[in-house]
């Protein structure tokens, strides 16, 4: 696994962070903040591509390209302690793919002053190569040499989960023997963040950045908006084994459903994300009874908290009273569709460890809801299966089934 997030930019620091609660949240530095109402942001500080790419050519991307470049390297690393595709399979076996939603926006928006003053003839080249949706996915198969599949997959904020599912049914298709999955995404642009301040889902605690997104909390009033990458390398079992590698956990099942609903609140019962749930633990043979703990979406609107806790009591039942469900997203913030690949990442470092990750700045749980949010502190616990949620705008929701992996007598 791989990841370049406002909490770290390796996964030792990043699971430290999402363990203590460590909120990355802080003054918004990218551009003059001042007559935005939302004026903090989750920022990746002092990320240098140059450590994974070449410097000249690194440069010359988007900084979401920079950033999954960067993950996906790390993820790569991780599996087979170098950067070589050839050392963990055939690389006509391996894929690629990544998740995003405005990847390509920063391109367009910095080659608009010079095509206004001097036309066509004022673009660059790399406007359309940074710019185009598929970037990112490209250029890391160049980086990495894989030849086997590539692609870019956008669902709004469910992107990065659902990478993942796509992944685990190309090698369950036996399309692939390995699969380099994440999501990648760089918003903190001045007209997209003003964009996002008049949608009025982002939080404007300004004073304390550290404690404002409070999901779940009686107080929260939106979101933290931050950038970066997770990847993970996802590898057939036996194709895994053969050559003693690492395994953080199992990925079980994926479940996808769209609400049809409202362009961007989500069904005030939640009954995408309920859906998901169910595809997704019918998809991986799980019972719901099994599942120990949920990675909720969790972005502290009052909608998105209240449809989870809606959803997650109806499918479970008296099951929800015996389940921890936490957002990580007071300490990383929301990377948009990179949330989900990131999210995976923290759900399975949880499993790697047997500990649940608090929910950061909750302290008064709105009224009514008995589900077990674990504030205050992270606990260690015997997780077997986690659920990871993901939704995006226009009613899309996924869910992951992550397992415990054991070996097969």
Not at 118 to 130: E, K
Not at 139 to 162: F, K, P, Q, V
Not at 168 to 176: C, H, S, T
Not at 299 to 308: F, G, I, R
Request: some cysteine.
């Amino acid at each position: 696994m791989g990841v370049i997030a406002p909490n770290g930019k390796d996964l030792v620091t990043f699971w430290e962070s999402i363990r203590d609660g460590r909120s990355s949240a802080g003054p918004l530095t990218r551009f003059d903040a001042k007559p935005f109402p939302s004026r903090i942001a989750a920022e990746v500080r002092d990320f240098d591509v140059g450590k994974y790419t070449d410097p000249k050519k690194g440069r010359r991307f988007a900084m979401a390209i920079q950033y999954a470049i960067a993950a996906a390297k790390q993820a790569l690393l991780d599996a087979t302690q170098t950067t070589r595709v050839a050392d963990i399979g055939d690389p006509e076996r391996v894929g690629v793919i990544e998740g995003t939603s405005v990847s390509g926006i920063e391109s367009w928006l910095n080659g608009m002053p010079s095509f206004e003053e001097r036309g066509y003839r004022g673009i660059s080249p790399f406007t359309l190569i940074n710019g185009y949706m598929g970037a990112g996915a490209g250029e890391i198969a160049l980086d990495l040499d894989i030849r086997g599949h590539a692609c870019t997959y956008s669902s709004g904020s469910a992107s990065g989960n659902d990478v993942m599912g796509y992944a685990l049914r190309l090698i369950q298709d036996d399309e692939v023997d390995v699969m380099v999955a994440g999501g990648s995404e760089a918003p903190i642009l001045a007209p997209l963040w003003g964009a996002f301040c008049q949608t009025k889902v982002m939080t404007t605690h300004n004073e304390k950045p550290e404690t404002a997104m409070r999901p779940f909390d009686v107080t929260r009033d939106g979101f933290v908006l931050g950038e970066g990458a997770g990847f993970v390398v996802m590898e057939e079992l036996t194709h895994a084994l053969s050559r003693g590698a690492r395994i953080y956990a199992e990925v079980a099942g994926h479940g996808r459903a769209c609400e049809s609903f409202h362009s961007v609140a989500p069904h005030p019962e939640g009954i995408g994300i309920r859906k998901a749930i169910e595809n997704s633990l019918r998809n991986a043979g799980v019972n719901l009874s099994e599942v120990s703990y949920i990675n909720a979406h969790g972005t502290a609107t009052t909608a998105n908290d209240k449809a989870e806790i809606k959803a997650i009591k109806a499918h479970f039942g008296v099951h929800s009273k015996r389940l921890a469900m936490s957002s990580t997203k007071g300490v990383t913030g929301h990377l948009l569709a990179a949330a989900g690949a990131i999210e995976t990442i923290a759900s399975v470092l949880a499993i790697y460890h047997q500990v649940i990750p608090k929910t950061t700045n909750l302290t008064v749980p709105d009224d009514g809801w008995d589900v077990d949010l674990v504030p205050f502190e992270s606990r260690p616990y015997p997780i077997d299966v986690a659920l990871n949620l993901s939704a995006g705008f226009g009613g899309k929701n996924a869910c992951l089934t992550l397992r415990r992996y054991r070996p097969r007598a």
